[in-house]
C-alpha cells in the first residue's frame, strides 16, 4: 500500500487530521459549490417521492453514520426511516417493501453482515444504494446504485475519516430527498448547502481542542468505565465516542440517549465516574442540561462538549468543558465527531495500548 504514516505516531492520528481535507473532497462530489446546490454524481433510479420508508443498515462506526442520518432524512424529508445493524436485520426477516430504499454503509464493502443484508434487501425489490469507501468492492458491486465517501485508504482499525464523510454524503442525500419531496425549499436547500460548506473548516478549527484533549485524556486512562450522553443527533455521537474509546483504549465505556440516564444508568455515578456529555447548543440542549444537573448531584465528573453558547448557558458545574466551533446545529456530529475520535486516541496513546491494531479486532469483518 502506498500510504504510510507521514509525521504522524499512528495511522489513527494521521486520519483524524485527514478530515478537513477528505470531508471537503467528499463535499465538493455532491454539492455544486459555486450555486451552493446539491448535485449528486449520478441520477438516481428512483423518485424520492415514490419511497414510503428507507431502511438504513450497516456495522459498527458505519452504522452510528446511518444512525445520525436516520434524524436528517426524517427532519429535512420527511421520510421515516428504520435502522438496524446489519447482523440483526438479515435475520430478523423483517416485512419490506418493495420499491422502497434500502442503504448500506461500508467503509471496506466487504463486511459479511453488511452484505447479507443488502442481499436481502435486494431480494425483496427494494433500491440499494451503497455508500462506501472502497469503489471496487462487493458491496460496491451488488447494490443498484453506489455512493463513494472519498476517505481514501483507512488503515487505523479504529474508523474515523471513514466516519465524518459517510456524514457528509447522508447529509447531501438528504437534502437531495428533502427537494425532491418539496419539504425543502430553494432557499432551505441555499442555506443548508452554504452550512455544509463551511463543516471542512470547521473540522479544521475543532482539531484546535487537542491540547487540551490530551491533558484529558490522562485522567481518563484511570478509569474504568466512561459513560457518553447526547439527545438528537448527538446521541449516535455519544455511541460512537463510546464505541471509540473501547476499541482502542479496552476501557469500558457506553453511549446512552441523555434521557435514558434515569432508567438505569444513572446507577452508576459516583466520583470516580467521568461522563462525557454531548451538548451542541441546539433545541433539545436545555433537556440535556438537566440531565447533567442529575449527574452533577451525584458527583459525578462531567466533561462537556459544547460550543460557546452552550458553555456560557449550562448552569452546572463541569470538571471540563471542551468548546467546539460554532456549527449549524443540523451538522454537529461532523464536529463532536472530532472530539470524541481525539479523546479516544489520546486515551490509548496514554495507556500505551496497540491503537492502530487493538487486540482482537480486524479491519474487515468478512466472516460471521
Ligand atoms: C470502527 O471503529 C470499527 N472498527 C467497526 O465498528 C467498523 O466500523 C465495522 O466493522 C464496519 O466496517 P465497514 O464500514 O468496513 O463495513
Redesign the pocket.
Known sequence: LLVDKANYRHFMAKEIYEQPEVVGQTLARYVDMAAKRIALPLELPFDFNDITRILIT??????YAGHVAKYWFERLARIPVEIDVASELRYREAPLRKGDLAIV???????AD?LAALRYAKAQGLHTISV???PTST?ARESETVLPTLAGPEI?????K??TC?LMVMAALAIAAGKQRRELSDIDELKLVGELIEVPRLIAEALAIEPQIEKLARDIAKSRAVLYFGRGTSFPVALEGA??LK?VSYIHAEGYAAGELKHGPIALIDESMPVVVIAPYDRVFEKTVSNMQEVAARAGNIILMTDATGASKATVDALVTIVLPDVAATFTPMIYAIAVQLLAYHTAVVMGADVDQ?RN?????TVE
Not at 450497516?58 to 452504522?63: I, L, N, R, V
Not at 454503509?105 to 463486511?111: K, P
Not at 479486532?361 to 469483518?365: E, F, G
Open positions: 450497516a456495522c459498527g462506526t458505519a452504522s454503509i461500508s467503509q471496506s464493502g466487504e463486511t453488511a462506501v469507501n472502497v458491496i487505523g482499525v479504529a474508523s474515523t471513514a466516519f459517510q464505541l471509540k476499541e487493538p479486532l480486524a479491519k474487515s469483518v
